[in-house]
């Protein structure tokens, strides 16, 4: 039975833009509860300017509060090196290197060229000395702002960031625009640089095709996603699209097709359910309308 | 460029349990609108008792009121002779004789065993002439009374159906419990028996895998796919589940991995809409919120 690691990014990439502010307790309560709910892998928080992302202002607070589970990697989204300082003195496991395959993009997003922010990473990388270095490299399924982004492009700066010590890859369909057949392309280029435990696929499903993306890197060797509990999150130039591939249904996919998560759908959904309630935003899961596909239906 | 061809059912798959009605001038327009946006099959309606489906009550007189575009295969439902012996009246250019692959559900849905299903459809075959009979196979990825519907089982019944003289299959996801595995196995079965023309997925999209379902079809060389207008549809057994696949969310999902459908996507958007104004059901597919993916957002 092959086996897929799911990073749950709620506390990140879910409340990025919520407008509701969540409270430093309620967040660390969902903390506390995803790794009773089989979840290895979370991206905690994000260090960056609470200016520009005030929803996690209280990030340094969060990591420090965070009772770690020896199980549990803990991960956090850094743009630059003050960030990266920042998620060493938290103790983070994985500092997860943020930037955009596009140049508009990355200027709209962080505020830097591409050549900025490998500068950046360079000296990220040298600061982070034995603490791994993940790239989540954006809009590497295509641009909000100036359309398709070539492949090669994105592969030569997955191969760039390679070479300057990056540990794995993050291939990020931030606005939802890549297709099944685009995905499969980047896998493959991605698992020949990185390796299967080195390459992670973040699809959002602003066009509903969270699942079927990630079903299209699995079948190329994939095994690493990010997903949100509730689908929580969302694009500012996509408005009313939905965020992030569902952590709920994302497990249920994979469980109904054999695939070991490791997750538990039913303590999940509660999780959901709240995560919910805080942020006042809809649930996009499934799973919550229609159940698990093995729950049988009293005949009517 | 390989080629889909998405079938439109939103006049029988999408209506049959919408409870408001929709007058058959109303249908008309949808169906003379159809072959407009590129679709070149239609499943028009579905033979049956108007009291078992009262929305479809209207089927003999939509059959005979529609005005036939020559490049457009126009299909319907028929669950029995009777049925079949109006649609062949109503010049069908298919017969789509419907049964279940499980017992329990064949029984709540058609009232008969499903050897009773099987001796209909010999009648079925036999008074078609020349006319092209389509099997759906329902609930061949698993059924809502009785849970997982066993592979061989499925297999067997298109073996039999074929040796009946059945042109070609549908393996209908009723209540959206298949994964994309389980679509993979017996996608590749059903070519072998029927091959590529010969092979048509028909997904739901309650557990939001409709797509996800798709593209494992068409990886494992289905080409042929059921679709419906804004995703309508439902399941009685699911309630507050959505329905069909999105014929628009399809054809996206298709056109930007850079495989033909035929389909204009713009004109389709509107088709949605009246169908969703006219049902008062909401539009599920995700374009409608998001717009395609190639539509360049201006920067904020």
Redesign the interface.
């Known amino acids: 039975m092959n086996t897929v690691l799911i990073t749950d990014v709620t506390l990140r990439d879910g409340l990025q833009i919520v407008p509701r502010w969540v409270s430093t307790p309620d967040k660390l309560r969902i903390a506390h509860a995803l790794p009773h709910c089989g979840v290895r892998k979370i991206e905690l928080t994000s260090f960056t300017s609470p200016k520009a992302i005030p929803s996690l202002a209280d990030a340094d607070e969060l990591a420090s509060l965070t009772a770690r589970n020896p199980q549990v990697c803990y991960t956090a989204l850094v743009p630059n090196l003050r960030g990266a300082q920042r998620a060493l003195a938290a103790k983070m496991d994985e500092l997860n290197f943020v930037f955009s395959a596009s140049e508009?993009h990355n200027q709209?997003n962080l505020r830097m060229t591409i050549a900025q922010s490998l500068a950046q990473l360079e000296q990220v990388i040298s600061a982070a000395g034995g603490t791994p270095v993940n790239v989540s490299l954006s809009t590497a399924f295509?641009c909000?702002?100036?359309?398709?982004v070539a492949p090669a492009h994105v592969i030569a700066l997955m191969q760039e960031v390679q070479r300057m010590g990056a540990s794995s890859i993050s291939l990020c369909d931030t606005t939802?625009?890549?297709?099944?057949?685009?995905v499969e392309r980047l896998t493959q280029a991605a698992l020949s640089l990185y390796g299967e435990q080195g390459v992670t696929g973040h699809f959002h499903?602003?066009?509903?095709?969270a699942?079927?993306n990630?079903?299209?890197a699995y079948?190329e060797g994939g095994r690493r996603f990010d997903a949100a509990l509730a689908g929580l999150g969302g694009c500012?130039?996509?408005p009313?699209?939905?965020g992030n591939a569902?952590l709920e249904?994302m497990a249920?996919?994979f469980q109904?097709?054999?695939?070991n998560t490791g997750l538990n759908l039913e303590a999940l959904q509660p999780l959901a359910e709240e995560i919910a309630a805080l942020t006042q935003e809809p649930i996009q899961?499934?799973?919550h309308?229609?159940?698990?596909?093995?729950a049988?239906?009293v005949?009517?």
């Open positions: 508009a709209a295509g909000p702002f100036t359309g398709a939802g625009m890549g297709s099944p057949a685009d499903d602003t066009r509903g095709l699942l079927a990630a079903w299209a079948r500012p130039y996509a009313g699209a939905s569902s249904d249920h996919m109904i097709s054999g695939v899961s499934r799973l309308k229609a159940g698990p596909a093995y049988l239906k005949c009517q």
